[in-house]
């Protein structure tokens, strides 16, 4: 069974700096692609910043310069250092990851997301 476990998010003036983590459990993982989302108040869902299993990695406009993506293999762990923070990157922060997983000798790819995790910055 794979679970994402998102931690990190927090209360944060305007101007601020935090870091998210993102930590996959489980067995027999291969972890390809990550990502981080977020869906504001009353707003879609929006892909904010994505990181392949070769460290390349996309942001959104919104946050280029600003946020960093990073993984750790070895932990298969990713994680969201955010700078230079403006109330209108309060969100909820979700932790994607496309992951095969071997059961039975057999890999099978699949999608998954975490929980969620609170970012709220004040100005």
């Known amino acids: 069974q794979v679970q994402l476990v998102e931690s990190g998010g927090g209360l944060v003036q305007a101007g601020g700096s935090l870091r998210l983590s993102c930590a996959a459990s489980?067995?027999?993982?291969?972890?390809?692609?990550m990502a981080w989302y977020r869906r504001a108040p009353g707003k879609e869902r929006e892909l904010v910043t994505t990181i392949d299993n070769g460290d390349g990695s996309t942001y959104a406009d919104a946050v280029k310069g600003r946020f960093t993506i990073s993984r750790d293999a070895a932990r298969n762990s990713m994680y969201l250092q955010m700078n230079s923070l403006k109330p209108e990157d309060t969100a909820v922060y979700y932790c994607?990851?496309?992951?095969?997983?071997?059961?039975?000798?057999?890999?099978?790819?699949?999608?998954?997301w975490g929980q969620g995790t609170q970012v709220t910055v004040s100005s």
């Open positions: 994607n990851a496309d992951i095969f997983t071997r059961t039975s000798g057999l890999w099978r790819r699949n999608n998954y």
């Open positions: 489980g067995t027999n993982l291969s972890i390809v692609n």
